[in-house]
């Protein structure tokens, strides 16, 4: 997945920290949906999150759950403080799938 940070070198630097050590809340939201394994790289601006999940997973299930849970609505309300939509980004999208055009 895909998305954009707002292209400032103080907000990115918060953005990072905050990232050291994630609320414990979402963690376990994370994990409940059934994400194995979540990295999040960034280039410049630009953030890439590879996640490994449950053969189950679902995105649909996962925005369900996340829309119930106040802790998680807390915490993205503060992240979209340092983040932007890709320029295609239909409104209200934030992380947007990436097509896999290669595999080694």
Do not use: C
């Not at 707002?6 to 918060?14: A, C, N, Y």
């Not at 394994?37 to 960034?42: A, G, L």
């Not at 997973?57 to 996340?66: E, M």
């Not at 119930?68 to 239909?90: D, G, I, R, S």
């Amino acid at each position: 997945m895909a998305l954009d940070l707002i292209d400032d070198e103080q907000l990115i630097r918060e953005y990072e920290k905050h990232h050291e050590k994630i609320w414990p809340e979402i963690t376990a939201s994370i994990k409940s949906a059934g994400v194995l394994d979540m990295e999040i790289y960034r280039l410049s601006n630009r953030l890439f999150m590879i996640m490994e999940t449950e053969d189950d997973f679902s995105f649909g299930a996962k925005a369900k759950a996340d829309e119930a849970n106040q802790k998680v609505q807390e915490w993205e309300a503060l992240m979209w403080k340092y983040q932007q939509a890709l320029p295609m980004a239909k409104p209200g999208e934030k992380w947007l799938l990436m097509d896999k055009i290669f595999a080694l």
